[in-house]
Every structure is written in structure tokens, then in C-alpha cells.
């Protein structure tokens, strides 16, 4: 099993810039994908960015170019750093990590989400 620690989330003014974090922990060995999830009010969960173990980034389109996913090492941590806040980017963000198979944590785990808020 796998288990997530999230922190960094808050309320930022528009135009503002905030970073998350999670760091996962227990039988770790094997993490492949890590990234961040968000579930806005009135909307469905979206993924936001992915970071997989071999460097490769995924960004959702309307977060592109002002979103940063990185990961750091030996902490297994994942990290998520928001420039040009929007309000529209208002909601819960939620850590995930990936483990595959035939690693003994196989599986998908979510951390408890942290709340962020952009708002004048």
C-alpha cells in the first residue's frame, strides 16, 4: 500500500502563484506515474498533470504553460507549481500515484485533496 501526504493549498488572489505538494510513503518501491487531479464545483474530477518516473509530462490544456508538475527524489514527492492563478482554477486538488504491475503496491492511490482557492 501507498499512502499520500498533501500540503500547499490556500486561498491566492488572481494573477497569484501557489505550490502544492504530496509525498507519498509506505511500500513505495516501484511508483511509475505521479500527478494531480482537480474537482471544481459543478464539474467532474479532471486530470490537471501527470509526471511519470521516466521524465515524461502531461498537462491538461487549459493549465499549459502556467502549470509545472516535478517530482524529487529519494522522498518520492510530487510537486505542482501554479503561476497565473485563475479563479477558474478554484477546487479541490488531489494527488494520485500510479504503481503497476508486478510490483507488491500495484495499484492506484489518491491522496485527501487540498483546497485551493483564487479569489480577490
Known amino acids: 500500500q501507498v499512502q499520500l501526504v498533501e500540503s500547499g493549498g490556500g486561498l491566492v488572489q488572481p494573477g497569484g502563484s501557489l505550490r502544492l505538494s504530496c509525498a507519498a510513503s509506505g511500500n513505495i518501491f516501484g511508483i511509475n506515474d505521479m500527478g494531480w487531479y482537480r474537482h471544481a464545483p459543478g464539474k467532474e474530477r479532471e486530470l490537471v498533470g501527470a509526471?511519470?518516473?521516466?521524465?515524461?509530462?502531461n498537462y491538461a490544456d487549459s493549465v499549459k504553460g502556467r502549470f509545472t508538475i516535478s517530482r524529487k527524489y529519494p522522498k518520492n514527492t510530487v510537486y505542482l507549481k501554479m503561476n497565473g492563478l485563475k479563479p477558474e482554477d478554484t477546487a479541490v486538488y488531489y494527488c494520485?500515484?500510479?504503481?503497476?504491475?508486478?510490483?507488491?503496491?500495484?495499484?492506484?492511490?489518491w491522496g485527501q485533496g487540498t483546497q485551493v482557492t483564487v479569489s480577490s
Open positions: 509526471a511519470s518516473s521516466s521524465g515524461t509530462r
Open positions: 494520485s500515484v500510479a504503481v503497476y504491475i508486478p510490483y507488491a503496491s500495484a495499484g492506484h492511490y
